[in-house]
């Protein structure tokens, strides 16, 4: 398979964007969209710009420091964290940011979002993680920084992949989804912005119900792990 043009990734992006727009995930300006094209280049979405009228020109280019390399405009204020989580995850192509309102939600309230069923299970392997807190002064020395280091902490200290797991809820800010290219982080957004909405009527239903069985969960993954199907 040939590799992507410089304009095909960008219009994907552009693509992308318009599908979080589209959706209500992101209002006015907010969310953001990334994907690695090399070891230490990205293209990344610009700031000031709403997600659902860029065109591929407004696409930025930057390196492993946050440095624009192409573009007329600036990159997003979260490029930083996008940039921390490839370090991180090395097996991850895309990231994209959005504030959809369920997980969202759950990010406000300080939670992560449990896994109530086989619908959560067939694309991630147990809990949303929620980041903690940043400190004041993790704040005040590097925000969006702090922010991606916080994420890879949440997943260290839990000992969860990043591929079972494909996204993240940050403490009062929203959710972080990713995969291996733009395309399947937004899918995975889809996703979590969907279980999202199912916890939440779950605990309503039921405020004594419990996550997942554990053996269950792994059902759900070997089952998936063996067929494309999902009934």
């Given at each position: 398979?040939?590799a992507?043009?410089?304009?095909?990734?960008?219009?994907?992006?552009?693509?992308?964007?318009?599908?979080?727009?589209?959706?209500g995930?992101?209002?006015a300006?907010?969310?953001n969209?990334?994907?690695?094209v090399?070891?230490?280049?990205?293209?990344?979405?610009?700031?000031?710009?709403?997600k659902?009228?860029?065109?591929?020109?407004?696409?930025?280019?930057?390196?492993?420091?946050?440095?624009k390399?192409?573009?007329?405009?600036?990159p997003?204020?979260?490029?930083?964290?996008?940039?921390?989580?490839?370090?991180?995850?090395?097996?991850i192509g895309?990231?994209i940011?959005?504030h959809s309102?369920?997980?969202?939600?759950?990010?406000q309230?300080?939670?992560g979002?449990?896994?109530?069923?086989t619908?959560?299970?067939?694309?991630f392997?147990?809990?949303i993680?929620?980041?903690?807190?940043?400190?004041?002064?993790e704040?005040?020395?590097?925000?969006?920084?702090e922010?991606?280091?916080?994420i890879?902490?949440?997943?260290?200290?839990?000992?969860?992949?990043p591929?079972?797991?494909?996204?993240?809820?940050v403490?009062k800010?929203?959710?972080?989804?990713?995969g291996k290219?733009?395309n399947?982080?937004?899918h995975?957004?889809?996703?979590?912005e969907t279980v999202?909405?199912?916890a939440?009527?779950?605990?309503q239903?039921?405020?004594?119900?419990?996550?997942?069985?554990q053996?269950l969960?792994?059902?759900?993954?070997?089952e998936k792990?063996?067929?494309?199907?999902?009934?």
């Open positions: 398979m040939m992507k043009s410089p304009y095909e990734i960008k219009k994907e992006i552009c693509e992308v964007g318009k599908k979080i727009y589209d959706l995930f992101v209002a300006n907010d969310g969209i990334s994907v690695k090399g070891p230490n280049e990205f293209y990344c979405t610009p700031t000031g710009v709403s659902g009228f860029m065109t591929p020109d407004m696409i930025i280019k930057i390196d492993g420091t946050g440095k390399l192409e573009g007329k405009l600036n997003s204020s979260d490029t930083a964290i996008h940039i921390e989580l490839y370090k991180a995850f090395p097996t895309g990231v940011h959005t309102p369920w997980a969202t939600s759950w990010a309230a300080g939670r979002i449990p896994a109530y069923g619908t959560h299970a067939d694309y392997y147990g809990e993680p929620c980041t903690r807190q940043l400190t004041a002064e704040v005040e020395r590097a925000y969006e920084k922010t991606g280091t916080v890879i902490e949440a997943f260290r200290e839990r000992n969860i992949d591929v079972a797991v494909p996204g993240v809820i403490y800010h929203g959710p972080f989804a990713w290219n733009p399947q982080a937004v995975n957004a889809v996703v979590m999202a909405n199912m939440y009527h779950a605990e239903i039921n405020p004594q119900g419990t996550p997942i069985e053996y969960l792994d059902n759900t993954i070997l792990a063996s067929t494309t199907r999902h009934d």
